[in-house]
């Protein structure tokens, strides 16, 4: 990704962005495994994910840039699988959220599962007597 020797050090300033685009990854993590995703957010989430993947693919772009030629030329890096992953799951977000759950839809959820619970109480003692 940085044009660096290969027996010399990185910078300090690309160590730091390197470990600053790791932390925000780290902080990613269980935020999208952890949040129930539904249609209004999960779009928000979705466009974000979106602008990631074009700032990923700006970024592998710009590095390959010919100023004298004015040319940007394709060279496989990480930057276009972190974008594929980016659009994958903004995909995923966008098109497979959960339902809308509103009060009274828990509510009847809450009773047919305490009528089901009812039901096989006097079911077990049908069988005991």
């Known amino acids: 990704m940085f044009d660096i020797e290969p027996d010399s050090t990185p910078p300090p300033a690309a ?3 390197v470990q600053f685009a790791g932390g925000l990854l780290l902080l990613l ?3 999208l495994y ?3 995703w539904n249609k209004l957010n999960g779009k928000a989430a979705a ?3 979106l602008m990631a993947t074009l700032n990923s693919i700006a970024i592998a772009l710009n590095m390959d840039y010919d100023v004298k030629g ?3 030329t ?3 890096r990480g930057w276009y699988v972190l974008a594929a992953l980016f659009v994958s799951t903004a995909f995923h977000l966008a098109f497979n ?3 809308m759950l509103t009060s009274a839809m828990l509510l009847e959820e809450e009773k047919a599962r305490a009528e089901e ?3 096989k109480k006097r079911a077990e003692a049908e069988k005991k007597a």
Request: positive net charge.
């Open 15 to 17: 160590r730091f962005a």
């Open 70 to 72: 004015d040319v940007y």
């Open 29 to 31: 993590a269980p935020t």
């Open 34 to 36: 952890v949040v129930r």
């Open 117 to 119: 619970k009812l039901a």
């Open 47 to 49: 466009f974000g994910f």
């Open 74 to 76: 394709f060279v496989p």
């Open 97 to 99: 959220a959960n339902p």
